[in-house]
């Protein structure tokens, strides 16, 4: 009798991009905190967590990384983080510089933050960063400034 084990290439996100998420989710759990009902809303960033794959997780869609020789490497393209703090009572205003890790996911298609009460300076730096980005919704926030003209290549 022969066995064969074969080990197939991890389809995984990069770890500086799980690690992105992670302090993302770690800063949002400290604000929130006072929240009347945090505890019902930690729920929503629960798959969020070091021990699995962040294209797994809710919110997130990845797609094969086209700009690497390794054609088993995945990126994260999407972040759908629509509404993600609607729903607090009382509602947090957090201010732009908490999405200062996403900027440096440069795999970044689509960024949807619309309907957060997000407020402050749009933070353009970052998000010139962004060069694949296609899509950025961002309506139902209290931002301030201008969008990079970068963005618009």
């Keep these: 009798m022969v066995m064969e084990i ?15 998420f992670l302090q993302f989710k770690s800063s949002v759990l400290a604000k929130i ?20 794959d962040c294209c797994g ?4 869609e990845c797609s094969t990384d086209h700009t690497s020789n390794n054609s088993t490497s995945r990126v994260v393209t999407i972040l759908y983080l629509r509404e993600l703090f609607w729903d607090l009572s009382p509602q947090p205003r ?9 900027f440096h996911i440069r795999s970044l298609e689509e960024l949807h933050i ?16 962004l060069s694949n980005l296609v899509h950025l919704g961002m ?5 301030s400034g201008s969008i990079p003209p970068q963005l618009f290549h």
């Design 6 to 20: 074969s080990f197939l290439p991890s389809l995984s996100c990069p770890e500086y991009q799980k690690q992105a």
């Design 33 to 52: 905190a006072h929240s009347l009902n945090s505890s019902e809303y930690s729920h929503k960033l629960q798959s969020w967590n070091s021990s699995s």
């Design 57 to 60: 997780w809710d919110f997130v």
């Design 114 to 129: 619309s309907h957060n009460n997000i407020q402050g300076e749009i933070l353009g730096d970052g998000l010139a960063n």
């Design 94 to 102: 957090e201010q732009s510089s908490m999405l200062a890790p996403f």
């Design 139 to 143: 309506h139902e926030n209290n931002l």
